[in-house]
């Protein structure tokens, strides 16, 4: 399994961004439980949301909710990030992971499979 992430960039605080993650060597991307991560200069990779197989979702609760929604198309084997009203602590590069477990989980460790990542900068 392969995953190319795309869509990052720079953006000013309050504009949008639509992250794309396209997998392939698949047979079938609905067997996969798909993520997305995010890590910051100098944190730890950070869970940002999460869905399955049938579209539900798995989130934080934290400020990320209500900003960012996670979707899947699967006739494109693409997952998508849409990222809202930006800020500047959004800033980071963002991963999208996938398991192909059935269950979506918020650790890093659940996830088998990588993509290089796509950087995100938002500007104040």
């Known amino acids: 399994v392969q995953l190319m992430e795309s869509g990052g960039g720079l953006v000013q605080a309050g504009e949008s961004l639509r992250l794309s993650c396209l997998a392939s060597?698949?047979?079938?991307?609905?067997?996969?439980?798909m993520a997305w991560f995010r890590q910051a200069p100098g944190k730890e990779r950070e869970f940002v949301a999460a869905?399955?197989?049938?579209?539900?979702?798995?989130t934080t609760g934290d400020s990320m909710e209500g900003r960012f929604i996670i979707s899947r198309d699967n006739a494109k084997n693409t997952l998508y990030l849409q990222m809202n009203r930006l800020e500047p602590k959004d800033t980071a590069v963002y991963y999208c992971?996938?398991?192909?477990?059935?269950?979506?989980?918020?650790?890093?460790?659940?996830?088998?499979?990588w993509g290089q990542g796509t950087r995100v900068t938002v500007s104040s």
């Open positions: 869905i399955n197989d049938i579209g539900s979702t798995l």
């Open positions: 060597g698949v047979t079938d991307f609905s067997d996969y439980v």
């Open positions: 992971a996938a398991n192909d477990e059935k269950r979506a989980s918020l650790a890093p460790t659940a996830y088998d499979f």
